[in-house]
Nanobody
Framework: QVQLVESGGGLVQPGGSLRLSCAAS????????MGWYRQAPGKERELVAT???????NYADSVKGRFTISRDNAKNTAYLQMNSLKPEDTATYYC?????????????WGQGTQVTVSS
């Protein structure tokens, strides 16, 4: 099993910044891609950004130029730096990782952290 623990969410005014962290723990797995997804009330969960173990990144069009995903492989931790936040960024943000071992590849999700952008 891999456990993902997110932190860093909160309430911020429009135009502000937040930095989310996702720490992965568990034995016997290697981590491939890590990513951030979000789900607003009444909407489907959507991709925000992903990063491979080699550092290749992918972003949703709605966050390009404002959000930056990064990771520290030594700490098994991914980060999401969110700048110029907008009210439409309000959602629960979930961390996801694709982990693998000799038995196969598995997907794990964190419990989510709330981000609210409001004046």
């Amino acid at each position: 099993q891999v456990q993902l623990v997110e932190s860093g969410g909160g309430l911020v005014q429009p135009g502000g910044s937040l930095r989310l962290s996702c720490a992965a723990s568990g034995r016997g797995f290697d981590l491939n891609a890590m990513g951030w997804y979000r789900q607003a009330p009444g909407k489907e969960r959507e991709l925000v950004a992903t990063i491979t173990s080699g550092g290749s990144t992918n972003y949703a069009d709605s966050v390009k130029g404002r959000f930056t995903i990064s990771r520290d492989n030594a700490k098994n931790t991914a980060y999401l730096q969110m700048n110029s936040l907008k009210p439409e960024d309000t959602a629960t943000y979930y961390c996801r990782t694709d982990a693998y071992n000799i038995y196969g590849s598995f997907v794990y999700w964190g419990q989510g952290t709330q981000v609210t952008v409001s004046s």
